[in-house]
């Protein structure tokens, strides 16, 4: 839902604050007051290109911000979850700067964002159940993307016609399918160059398995090569170790032996004293366990030269492996895990062809026969879905427009199932069907959108519609039949919709005017929210134009009475 909309230095508009409300928000307003420029300030919220000459004159540039509710709109906060852009309070604030030099910028909750990014959140051009449901359909004198698209239209006949789980079924085998293809067309083409490739996989399969490689054993034998190498300095070292702590007449054993034989003798003296050098013979034992130690580390430093030269042999060949593989053990063996995967799928490729072509015909058929499913119930609800639009246009005085549902059978599987469904009008019978793109004005649009969506439903989420037009050739008891049918269009949702006739503004639940400030020199933008009084004024304003009388008046007072009774 919007929430609120704010515009500055845009066009004739200084700054205006909007603040909208669930249900139908009418827009009403003088001749040449701006409200085609609101409208335009909406569509940059819903992605359109901006123009440097919209930039108010003076200005450096224009702003047109957006506020919006996402409550009840889990699809759109996934989406920009996905685009890396937080949605703090379930709300989204979409900022659009024009600047005079075209240097325009786009903001989504202060992350700096595409202009099709915008669109693709805001009003995308195809609804996808879940994925897509644009967030602001707007119809009237600025194109309707959506209800001029033909996959809206098959979107909407789904929808109606309760299609969507079997297409939701279809569509994901239809992607299946088509990995399928992919796959099968990657085996095809890798069994022309199948015999090189799996002959060089064997070599590299060999090559590594050649070496008999352990997880870490590069460490190992970069240990046991640097400890042969420097033998002789060890082996140097561990000897004077050992005479400094055992083989000496001086030795630290040696010394440790005759402090404790001279306490021992003078235990009669104060038997404490041989207590307190007790940690001192523990000290010996240790000493004579690590000369013990030693004597053995200096047999393996005994130079073995086939040992060390079997090292470094064993060490180059890692290393040549590691230039081709990984930086270790570990990810070499990886490398080869890979390799025999892939050894395998080389040898099996014409078992695993034909595999997947069995899968993927079985899938085909299978699609085939959703696809047909799907196909007769799109042409049963088309013809339903014909009569209520055309009982809902006939309603709003529509004379002599039919809407036709159109549903023809493909020659090939689409993903979404082997039907094209387009929306078509037709003046008379003796005319032929045209596409709703070439025939349909604004008005007539805004007044089909709304008979389908009488007849359609709101479908899975709701959302914010911009109507204009919508009363274009209206008068009488039509008008309230179109205010009516707003009113009810906006339960559970948002409408706005721009309007002259007062028989459709009493519907609304927030009423705003739009009028002309500023001076003769700067002609300016203001937009007032009524309450009460003033609403019945311009509602009479409406009626009886500029000179309000006291019928006016009171026919105002009781429109409003009437329509708001009537909800």
């Known amino acids: 839902m919007l929430l609120e909309l704010k515009v500055s230095n845009f066009a004739i508009i200084d700054n205006v604050h909007i603040a909208f409300r669930q249900g139908l928000n009418i827009m009403s307003g003088e001749t040449g007051a701006g409200k085609s420029i609101l409208l335009k300030s909406l569509g940059l919220l819903m992605g359109e290109k901006a123009n440097a000459d919209t930039v108010r004159t003076g200005s450096e540039?224009?702003?047109?911000?957006?506020?919006?509710?996402?409550?009840?709109?889990?699809?759109?906060?996934?989406?920009?979850?996905?685009?890396?852009?937080?949605?703090?309070?379930?709300?989204?604030?979409?900022?659009?700067?024009?600047?005079?030099?075209?240097?325009?910028?786009?903001y989504i909750n202060g992350s700096l964002s595409t202009l099709g990014g915008l669109r693709d959140v805001v009003a995308p051009l195809v609804e996808v159940a879940g994925r897509a449901v644009p967030l602001i359909e707007m119809t009237g004198q600025h194109e309707n993307r959506n209800l001029l698209s033909r996959a809206y239209h098959l979107?909407?006949?789904?929808?109606?016609?309760?299609?969507?789980?079997?297409?939701?079924?279809?569509?994901?085998?239809?992607?299946?399918?088509?990995?399928?293809?992919?796959?099968?067309?990657?085996?095809?083409?890798?069994?022309?160059?199948?015999?090189?490739?799996?002959?060089?996989?064997?070599?590299?399969?060999?090559?590594?398995?050649?070496?008999?490689?352990?997880?870490?054993?590069?460490?190992?034998?970069?240990?046991?090569?640097?400890?042969?190498?420097?033998?002789?300095?060890?082996?140097?070292?561990?000897q004077q170790a050992e005479n400094l702590l055992y083989n000496d007449d001086d030795s630290v054993t040696s010394r440790l032996h005759y402090l404790l034989q001279r306490a021992a003798e003078l235990k009669n003296m104060d038997p404490e004293?041989?207590?307190?050098?007790?940690?001192?013979?523990?000290?010996?034992?240790?000493?004579?366990?690590?000369?013990?130690?030693?004597?053995?580390?200096?047999?393996?430093?005994e130079a073995d030269p086939s040992r060390l030269d079997e090292l470094q042999g064993r060490l180059s060949s890692l290393r040549q492996l590691q230039k081709k593989y990984g930086s270790t053990a570990v990810e070499i063996l990886e490398a080869l895990e890979q390799i025999e995967k892939e050894i395998h799928q080389l040898e099996h490729s014409d078992e695993l062809l034909s595999e997947k072509e069995s899968q993927l015909a079985k899938l085909e058929k299978d699609l085939l026969v959703i696809a047909k499913d799907m196909h007769t119930r799109r042409t049963n609800a088309a013809k339903l879905l014909e009569n209520g639009v055309n009982a809902e246009l006939k309603d709003l005085n529509m004379k002599g427009v039919t809407v036709l549902v159109g549903v023809e059978w493909m020659e090939d599987l689409g993903a979404t199932g082997q039907s094209v469904v387009e929306f078509m009008t037709q003046s008379s019978k003796a005319d032929s069907p045209r596409p709703l793109a070439k025939f349909a004005s604004g008005g007539e649009l805004s007044r089909i959108l709304l008979s389908i969506k009488q007849v359609v439903g709101a479908g899975q989420f709701p959302r914010t519609y911009l109507f204009d037009e919508v009363d274009a050739g209206v008068s009488g008891p039509t008008a309230e039949k179109v205010g009516r049918k707003l009113k009810r269009m906006a339960d559970g949702q948002q409408v706005v919709c721009v309007t002259h006739l007062p028989q459709v503004a009493s519907f609304g639940d927030a009423h705003f005017f739009i009028q002309k400030g500023g001076s003769k020199k700067a002609v300016q933008t203001e937009v007032v929210e009524l309450r009460k009084d003033d609403r019945v004024q311009e509602i009479a304003r409406l009626i009886s134009g500029e000179k309000i009388s006291k019928t006016s008046l009171a026919h105002a007072e009781q429109l409003l009475a009437e329509s708001q009774s009537a909800r």
């Open 273 to 301: 004293l041989l207590t307190r050098l007790e940690p001192l013979s523990q000290a010996k034992t240790l000493i004579n366990e690590v000369s013990y130690d030693l004597r053995d580390y200096v047999k393996s430093l």
């Open 61 to 106: 540039s224009a702003v047109i911000e957006g506020s919006f509710d996402l409550a009840t709109r889990p699809d759109i906060r996934e989406r920009l979850n996905e685009m890396g852009i937080d949605t703090p309070d379930d709300q989204m604030v979409v900022r659009r700067i024009v600047s005079s030099t075209n240097k325009n910028r786009v």
């Open 155 to 238: 979107d909407l006949l789904d929808q109606y016609g309760g299609v969507w789980k079997k297409r939701t079924e279809f569509s994901e085998g239809y992607r299946r399918a088509q990995e399928l293809r992919d796959e099968i067309e990657e085996i095809r083409h890798e069994s022309r160059t199948r015999a090189q490739r799996l002959d060089f996989l064997i070599y590299q399969r060999d090559e590594i398995k050649a070496l008999n490689l352990r997880p870490g054993e590069e460490e190992e034998i970069e240990n046991e090569t640097r400890r042969l190498k420097f033998s002789a300095k060890l082996n140097d070292f561990t």
